[in-house]
Protein backbone atom coordinates (compact mmCIF):
# COMPACT_ATOMS: atom_id res chain seq x y z
CA UNK A 1 0.00 0.00 0.00
CA UNK A 2 2.64 2.73 1.35
CA UNK A 3 4.38 1.97 -2.37
CA UNK A 4 1.14 2.18 -4.31
CA UNK A 5 1.05 6.10 -2.89
CA UNK A 6 4.67 7.02 -3.74
CA UNK A 7 4.01 5.55 -7.15
CA UNK A 8 0.57 7.59 -7.33
CA UNK A 9 2.32 10.52 -5.89
CA UNK A 10 5.66 10.14 -7.87
CA UNK A 11 3.17 10.18 -11.25
CA UNK A 12 1.73 13.23 -9.79
CA UNK A 13 5.02 15.03 -9.48
CA UNK A 14 6.06 13.88 -12.67
CA UNK A 15 3.12 14.77 -14.82
CA UNK A 16 3.15 18.52 -12.89
CA UNK A 17 6.69 19.02 -13.82
CA UNK A 18 6.02 18.08 -17.22
CA UNK A 19 3.02 20.71 -17.34
CA UNK A 20 5.16 23.17 -15.72
CA UNK A 21 8.22 22.50 -18.75
CA UNK A 22 5.53 22.67 -21.80
CA UNK A 23 4.29 26.23 -20.22
CA UNK A 24 7.51 27.17 -19.44
CA UNK A 25 8.30 26.71 -23.20
CA UNK A 26 5.17 28.24 -24.06
CA UNK A 27 6.36 31.39 -22.25
CA UNK A 28 9.79 31.04 -23.78
CA UNK A 29 8.44 30.73 -27.36
CA UNK A 30 6.00 33.91 -26.73
CA UNK A 31 8.69 35.70 -25.14
CA UNK A 32 11.34 34.74 -28.23
CA UNK A 33 8.50 35.80 -30.66
CA UNK A 34 7.71 39.16 -29.21
CA UNK A 35 11.36 40.17 -29.01
CA UNK A 36 12.25 39.03 -32.60
CA UNK A 37 14.26 40.29 -34.66
CA UNK A 38 17.21 40.24 -32.37
CA UNK A 39 19.71 39.49 -35.09
CA UNK A 40 19.90 40.58 -39.51
CA UNK A 41 17.17 38.57 -41.41
CA UNK A 42 18.44 36.70 -44.66
CA UNK A 43 16.24 36.98 -47.54
CA UNK A 44 17.06 34.40 -50.30
CA UNK A 45 16.39 34.97 -53.59
CA UNK A 46 16.47 31.81 -55.92
CA UNK A 47 17.51 33.91 -59.52
CA UNK A 48 20.99 35.43 -60.37
CA UNK A 49 21.92 38.72 -59.15
CA UNK A 50 20.61 41.46 -61.25
CA UNK A 51 17.24 40.48 -63.06
CA UNK A 52 14.40 42.21 -61.97
CA UNK A 53 13.38 39.92 -59.42
CA UNK A 54 16.56 40.14 -57.30
CA UNK A 55 15.75 44.48 -57.97
CA UNK A 56 12.50 43.94 -56.54
CA UNK A 57 13.89 42.13 -53.31
CA UNK A 58 16.67 44.41 -52.86
CA UNK A 59 14.35 47.02 -52.91
CA UNK A 60 11.60 45.50 -50.70
CA UNK A 61 14.44 44.38 -47.93
CA UNK A 62 15.59 48.53 -48.18
CA UNK A 63 12.44 49.49 -47.16
CA UNK A 64 11.39 46.67 -44.69
CA UNK A 65 14.69 46.72 -42.64
CA UNK A 66 13.76 50.48 -40.69
CA UNK A 67 10.08 48.63 -39.75
CA UNK A 68 12.00 45.54 -38.00
CA UNK A 69 14.64 47.69 -36.75
CA UNK A 70 17.59 44.95 -38.40
CA UNK A 71 18.81 44.64 -41.46
CA UNK A 72 17.54 42.34 -44.35
CA UNK A 73 20.42 40.36 -46.15
CA UNK A 74 19.67 39.72 -49.56
CA UNK A 75 21.77 36.18 -50.41
CA UNK A 76 21.59 34.91 -54.36
CA UNK A 77 20.43 31.09 -54.53
CA UNK A 78 20.29 30.45 -58.24
CA UNK A 79 19.67 27.26 -59.78
CA UNK A 80 16.32 25.18 -61.10
CA UNK A 81 14.49 27.83 -62.68
CA UNK A 82 14.29 29.35 -58.71
CA UNK A 83 13.52 25.53 -57.26
CA UNK A 84 16.94 25.23 -55.49
CA UNK A 85 16.48 28.36 -53.49
CA UNK A 86 12.86 28.47 -52.62
CA UNK A 87 13.59 24.43 -51.08
CA UNK A 88 16.59 25.66 -49.05
CA UNK A 89 14.04 28.54 -47.58
CA UNK A 90 11.58 25.58 -47.01
CA UNK A 91 13.64 23.47 -45.02
CA UNK A 92 15.18 26.44 -43.07
CA UNK A 93 14.81 26.65 -39.28
CA UNK A 94 11.05 28.52 -38.92
CA UNK A 95 11.91 31.25 -36.53
CA UNK A 96 11.66 34.09 -39.03
CA UNK A 97 15.36 34.94 -39.44
CA UNK A 98 15.04 32.90 -42.92
CA UNK A 99 12.37 34.22 -45.66
CA UNK A 100 12.27 33.85 -49.37
CA UNK A 101 11.17 35.32 -52.54
CA UNK A 102 9.53 33.19 -54.39
CA UNK A 103 7.47 33.57 -57.41
CA UNK A 104 5.02 32.90 -60.26
CA UNK A 105 6.83 30.28 -61.38
CA UNK A 106 8.24 29.16 -58.39
CA UNK A 107 4.85 28.98 -56.09
CA UNK A 108 2.42 28.51 -59.07
CA UNK A 109 4.03 27.02 -62.18
CA UNK A 110 6.96 24.74 -61.83
CA UNK A 111 5.59 22.23 -60.05
CA UNK A 112 3.81 21.60 -63.66
CA UNK A 113 6.77 21.71 -65.54
CA UNK A 114 9.33 19.32 -63.78
CA UNK A 115 9.24 15.89 -61.81
CA UNK A 116 10.50 16.78 -58.42
CA UNK A 117 11.17 20.50 -57.32
CA UNK A 118 11.81 19.82 -54.05
CA UNK A 119 9.19 21.32 -51.95
CA UNK A 120 5.68 21.98 -51.74
CA UNK A 121 4.88 25.67 -52.52
CA UNK A 122 1.11 25.25 -51.28
CA UNK A 123 1.89 24.27 -48.03
CA UNK A 124 5.57 24.07 -47.25
CA UNK A 125 6.12 28.01 -46.78
CA UNK A 126 3.99 30.86 -45.16
CA UNK A 127 2.53 33.70 -48.06
CA UNK A 128 3.67 37.18 -46.48
CA UNK A 129 2.89 39.21 -48.84
CA UNK A 130 3.07 40.06 -52.74
CA UNK A 131 6.06 42.24 -53.81
CA UNK A 132 4.94 43.65 -57.29
CA UNK A 133 3.26 42.69 -60.46
CA UNK A 134 4.56 43.23 -63.93
CA UNK A 135 2.56 42.62 -66.79
CA UNK A 136 4.42 40.40 -70.44
CA UNK A 137 3.98 42.58 -73.37
CA UNK A 138 3.65 41.12 -77.18
CA UNK A 139 5.82 42.75 -79.62
CA UNK A 140 6.72 43.29 -83.24
CA UNK A 141 9.58 44.34 -85.15
CA UNK A 142 9.39 48.16 -85.70
CA UNK A 143 9.22 47.79 -89.52
CA UNK A 144 6.69 44.58 -89.39
CA UNK A 145 3.73 44.96 -91.50
CA UNK A 146 1.45 44.67 -88.11
CA UNK A 147 0.01 47.27 -86.16
CA UNK A 148 -2.50 45.46 -83.96
CA UNK A 149 -3.59 42.15 -82.09
CA UNK A 150 -6.22 41.82 -84.86
CA UNK A 151 -3.45 42.02 -87.59
CA UNK A 152 -1.82 39.70 -85.63
CA UNK A 153 -4.34 37.15 -85.15
CA UNK A 154 -5.49 37.52 -88.80
CA UNK A 155 -2.23 36.77 -90.39
CA UNK A 156 -1.65 33.46 -87.82
CA UNK A 157 -5.33 32.23 -88.30
CA UNK A 158 -4.74 32.30 -91.92
CA UNK A 159 -1.61 30.06 -91.65
CA UNK A 160 -1.41 28.37 -89.22
CA UNK A 161 1.86 26.69 -87.67
CA UNK A 162 3.78 29.70 -90.17
CA UNK A 163 4.25 31.88 -87.65
CA UNK A 164 6.50 31.75 -84.60
CA UNK A 165 7.06 33.37 -81.22
CA UNK A 166 9.72 34.47 -78.99
CA UNK A 167 9.85 33.85 -75.40
CA UNK A 168 13.10 34.17 -72.67
CA UNK A 169 13.16 30.34 -71.94
CA UNK A 170 10.61 27.12 -71.93
CA UNK A 171 8.74 27.41 -68.97
CA UNK A 172 9.18 30.82 -68.24
CA UNK A 173 5.77 33.18 -67.49
CA UNK A 174 6.64 34.87 -71.15
CA UNK A 175 6.58 31.22 -72.64
CA UNK A 176 3.30 30.53 -70.57
CA UNK A 177 1.93 34.00 -71.88
CA UNK A 178 2.39 32.89 -75.35
CA UNK A 179 0.54 29.48 -75.14
CA UNK A 180 -2.36 31.00 -73.58
CA UNK A 181 -2.63 33.23 -75.99
CA UNK A 182 -2.21 30.51 -78.36
CA UNK A 183 -5.22 28.84 -76.64
CA UNK A 184 -7.52 31.50 -76.18
CA UNK A 185 -7.32 32.94 -79.79
CA UNK A 186 -7.30 29.45 -80.98
CA UNK A 187 -4.66 29.75 -82.90
CA UNK A 188 -1.09 27.58 -83.72
CA UNK A 189 2.29 29.13 -83.44
CA UNK A 190 5.74 27.95 -83.12
CA UNK A 191 7.64 28.61 -79.71
CA UNK A 192 10.90 29.68 -79.84
CA UNK A 193 12.27 29.83 -76.81
CA UNK A 194 15.71 31.74 -76.13
CA UNK A 195 18.08 32.25 -72.91
CA UNK A 196 17.19 35.28 -71.97
CA UNK A 197 15.60 38.44 -73.10
CA UNK A 198 18.79 39.73 -74.19
CA UNK A 199 19.16 37.19 -76.96
CA UNK A 200 14.90 36.54 -77.77
CA UNK A 201 14.79 40.30 -78.62
CA UNK A 202 17.67 40.72 -81.55
CA UNK A 203 16.13 37.35 -83.29
CA UNK A 204 12.76 39.47 -83.52
CA UNK A 205 14.28 42.90 -84.57
CA UNK A 206 16.45 40.79 -87.30
CA UNK A 207 13.18 39.20 -88.46
CA UNK A 208 14.32 35.65 -87.50
CA UNK A 209 11.69 35.21 -85.51
CA UNK A 210 7.91 36.95 -85.98
CA UNK A 211 6.76 37.39 -82.61
CA UNK A 212 8.23 38.64 -79.33
CA UNK A 213 6.63 37.53 -75.90
CA UNK A 214 8.91 39.15 -72.88
CA UNK A 215 8.32 40.60 -69.22
CA UNK A 216 7.74 44.31 -69.92
CA UNK A 217 10.64 45.59 -67.93
CA UNK A 218 12.98 43.98 -70.19
CA UNK A 219 11.73 45.53 -73.23
CA UNK A 220 11.04 48.83 -72.61
CA UNK A 221 14.35 50.58 -73.61
CA UNK A 222 13.16 48.95 -77.20
CA UNK A 223 9.81 49.89 -77.15
CA UNK A 224 10.43 53.95 -76.71
CA UNK A 225 9.23 55.91 -79.60
CA UNK A 226 11.86 55.45 -82.38
CA UNK A 227 12.79 52.15 -81.04
CA UNK A 228 13.42 48.89 -82.86
CA UNK A 229 9.82 47.32 -81.21
CA UNK A 230 6.72 47.93 -81.95
CA UNK A 231 4.36 47.29 -78.84
CA UNK A 232 1.53 45.37 -79.86
CA UNK A 233 -0.38 44.74 -75.75
CA UNK A 234 0.37 44.62 -72.90
CA UNK A 235 -1.11 41.57 -70.67
CA UNK A 236 -2.84 42.88 -67.81
CA UNK A 237 -6.09 43.53 -67.01
CA UNK A 238 -5.22 47.36 -66.96
CA UNK A 239 -3.00 49.56 -69.13
CA UNK A 240 0.58 49.32 -67.74
CA UNK A 241 2.06 53.18 -65.80
CA UNK A 242 4.99 52.50 -67.71
CA UNK A 243 3.46 52.08 -70.82
CA UNK A 244 0.58 53.58 -70.86
CA UNK A 245 -0.05 53.94 -74.65
CA UNK A 246 0.09 50.10 -75.05
CA UNK A 247 -3.68 48.75 -75.16
CA UNK A 248 -4.40 45.45 -73.08
CA UNK A 249 -4.94 42.01 -74.98
CA UNK A 250 -8.71 42.50 -73.34
CA UNK A 251 -9.04 46.26 -74.89
CA UNK A 252 -6.97 44.44 -78.38
CA UNK A 253 -9.72 41.72 -78.80
CA UNK A 254 -9.60 38.58 -76.38
CA UNK A 255 -11.62 39.82 -73.52
CA UNK A 256 -10.71 38.10 -69.91
CA UNK A 257 -7.01 37.90 -70.99
CA UNK A 258 -4.74 38.71 -68.27
CA UNK A 259 -1.29 37.50 -67.65
CA UNK A 260 1.44 39.07 -64.95
CA UNK A 261 4.95 37.97 -63.66
CA UNK A 262 4.23 38.51 -60.05
CA UNK A 263 6.52 37.84 -56.92
CA UNK A 264 5.98 37.85 -53.16
CA UNK A 265 7.75 36.94 -49.73
CA UNK A 266 7.75 33.98 -48.30
CA UNK A 267 8.96 32.26 -44.59
CA UNK A 268 9.33 28.44 -43.94
CA UNK A 269 6.31 26.33 -42.38
CA UNK A 270 5.72 27.10 -38.92
CA UNK A 271 7.53 30.20 -38.29
CA UNK A 272 5.39 31.35 -35.14
CA UNK A 273 2.31 33.71 -36.25
CA UNK A 274 3.29 36.69 -34.16
CA UNK A 275 6.76 37.03 -36.25
CA UNK A 276 4.28 36.42 -39.49
CA UNK A 277 2.64 39.47 -37.71
CA UNK A 278 5.54 41.41 -37.99
CA UNK A 279 6.63 40.39 -41.41
CA UNK A 280 3.46 41.98 -42.77
CA UNK A 281 3.22 44.58 -41.25
CA UNK A 282 6.55 45.64 -42.26
CA UNK A 283 5.72 44.45 -45.70
CA UNK A 284 2.58 46.91 -45.88
CA UNK A 285 4.88 49.95 -44.39
CA UNK A 286 7.74 48.96 -47.21
CA UNK A 287 4.82 49.04 -50.21
CA UNK A 288 3.00 52.32 -49.11
CA UNK A 289 6.39 54.03 -49.34
CA UNK A 290 6.36 56.92 -52.31
CA UNK A 291 9.88 56.16 -53.29
CA UNK A 292 9.27 52.12 -53.52
CA UNK A 293 6.54 52.80 -55.77
CA UNK A 294 8.44 55.25 -57.96
CA UNK A 295 11.27 52.53 -57.93
CA UNK A 296 8.95 49.70 -58.96
CA UNK A 297 7.35 52.31 -61.43
CA UNK A 298 10.54 52.87 -62.98
CA UNK A 299 10.45 48.83 -63.98
CA UNK A 300 7.36 48.74 -64.95
CA UNK A 301 5.87 47.48 -61.94
CA UNK A 302 3.02 47.64 -59.69
CA UNK A 303 3.34 47.42 -56.14
CA UNK A 304 1.22 44.41 -54.52
CA UNK A 305 -1.33 44.46 -52.74
CA UNK A 306 -2.63 40.87 -51.05
CA UNK A 307 -1.02 39.65 -47.94
CA UNK A 308 -1.52 36.54 -46.07
CA UNK A 309 -4.25 34.57 -46.67
CA UNK A 310 -5.03 36.37 -49.59
CA UNK A 311 -2.11 35.52 -51.42
CA UNK A 312 -2.64 32.23 -50.57
CA UNK A 313 -6.26 32.28 -52.04
CA UNK A 314 -4.80 33.79 -55.27
CA UNK A 315 -2.18 30.91 -55.64
CA UNK A 316 -4.47 28.71 -55.55
CA UNK A 317 -6.35 30.51 -58.54
CA UNK A 318 -3.08 30.66 -60.61
CA UNK A 319 -2.19 27.38 -59.92
CA UNK A 320 -5.54 25.78 -61.23
CA UNK A 321 -4.98 28.27 -64.22
CA UNK A 322 -1.52 27.34 -65.13
CA UNK A 323 -1.91 23.69 -64.03
CA UNK A 324 -4.93 23.45 -66.50
CA UNK A 325 -2.94 24.87 -69.49
CA UNK A 326 0.38 23.35 -68.98
CA UNK A 327 -0.97 19.69 -68.89
CA UNK A 328 -3.13 20.39 -71.53
CA UNK A 329 -0.41 21.34 -73.83
CA UNK A 330 2.06 18.65 -72.16
CA UNK A 331 4.29 21.58 -72.04
CA UNK A 332 7.90 20.16 -70.23
CA UNK A 333 11.18 21.56 -68.84
CA UNK A 334 13.15 18.35 -67.53
Known sequence: ?????????????????SVAAVATLALSAAASAQAWPERPITLIVPFPPGG???????????????????????????GAAGNLGVAAASRAQADGYTIVLGSVGTQTVNQYLYSNIGFNPATGLVPLGMIASTPNVMAVAADSPWRNLDDVMKAV????????????GVGSSVHLTGAYFESAAGLQMLHVPFKGSSAAIPAVIGG?????????????????????????AVTSAE???AAPDLPTM???GLPG????????????????APVV??????????????????????????????????????????????????????????
Not at 2 to 12: D, E, K, V, Y
Not at 57 to 76: C, D, F, K, W, Y
Not at 157 to 168: E, I, L, N, V
Not at 257 to 272: C, I
Open 208 to 232: QVDILMDNLPSSMSALKPGGRLRGI
Open 1 to 17: MGWSIQWRTALRAARFS
Open 257 to 272: FEVTAWSGLYAPRGTP
Open 157 to 168: KKDPGKYSYASP
Open 277 to 334: DKLIAAMRQALKSPRLQQSLAQGGATPGNVFGADLAAFEVKERAKWGKLIQSRGIKAD
Open 250 to 252: AEA
Open 52 to 78: TTDLFARTIAQHMAPALGQSIVVENKP
Open 239 to 241: RSP
